[in-house]
């Protein structure tokens, strides 16, 4: 039990930061910086003590596959506001597509992810396609260069609070998952967009809709660090046991990929300003 309640608590103490990076850094930083490998720590953590190096295997092969889902999810919050703003609840309308969106698309992730089981396709392969595909939709979304403002508002703490406690049910639940024998769907269930989905709401609530629309594509781009962790993390926990496999894991995804992802469109930005 022990091996849930800590990941779950973690998950959501980090859920509560990202909110408050964006806050204070804007949505380029905030939603770059922000989105490093967090929660999936502690959930990959707690797939290979429940389930050792094969539920960790599985699981982890199809987070950047839910990570390309979850950057669908963000596209949401990017294209639809415009769309419903003379609407009564342009909010409710945009969360429920939202989560409709992310609700198909995870369907069909699983549906792939269980079907390279049944051809033997490796969960290295699978997991380096699904981190291809998640690139390519991130770079399609950062081509538009959108205003990405600092809060002027603080967030409520209800609202974070509220952030905190879903992100930690989403990750308690992964690892419920993992514990009963089912690895894919815990590793879809471990990437579910708790802390995407609470930022843009309470984001949203607090200073309108311009901050949370303006990190979203950062955040998709930034949130590909997950994937490459995931990755990275399939072998290094099994080679060097949980604590320093994690943090390898940790420092390579963020090397290779967070640090270069946000100069690299921190300078495309301001050559597309200019």
């Known amino acids: 039990m022990l091996a849930i309640i800590l990941p779950a608590i973690l998950a959501g103490i980090v859920a509560i930061l990202v909110t408050l990076a964006i806050e204070r850094f804007g949505g380029l930083v905030g939603g770059v910086l922000g989105t490093i490998p967090s929660t999936i720590i502690p959930a990959a953590a ?3 003590h429940i389930d050792g190096k094969e539920g960790l295997l599985s699981s982890m092969s199809i987070v950047p596959l839910a990570m390309m889902v979850n950057g669908l999810f963000l596209s949401v919050w990017i294209i639809l506001p415009k769309y419903v703003s003379d609407k009564k609840t342009p909010l409710l309308f945009t969360t429920i597509a939202s989560l409709f969106t992310w609700a198909l698309f995870a369907y069909i992730a699983l549906s792939i992810a269980d079907y390279s089981v049944s051809v033997d396709i490796s ?3 699978l997991g ?3 981190l291809v595909c998640l690139i390519l939709v991130s770079i399609f979304f950062n081509i538009k260069t959108r205003p990405s403002p600092k809060g002027d508002n603080k967030v409520p703490i209800l609202i974070l609070s509220i952030r905190g406690v879903a992100a930690a049910i989403a ?8 514990q009963i024998g ?11 967009p708790a802390i995407f989905l609470t930022s843009m709401v309470a984001l949203w609530i607090s200073q309108g809709v311009t901050v949370p629309q303006g990190a979203a594509a950062p955040m998709m781009l930034g949130g590909a660090s997950v994937a490459v962790y995931a990755l990275v993390v399939m072998w290094s926990i099994p080679g060097y046991g949980i604590l320093l496999g994690s943090v390898i894991a940790w420092i390579l995804s963020v090397g290779l990929w967070s640090i270069p992802a ?4 921190r300078k495309y930005r301001a050559l597309s300003i200019d």
Do not use: E
């Open 46 to 48: 707690g797939f290979y």
């Open 123 to 125: 969960p290295a392969t």
């Open 128 to 130: 380096v396609l699904g």
């Open 171 to 178: 990750i308690g639940s992964a690892l419920i998952l993992a």
């Open 182 to 192: 089912q690895p894919l769907v815990a590793g879809l269930a471990g990437a579910f």
């Open 262 to 265: 946000f100069l690299l469109l």
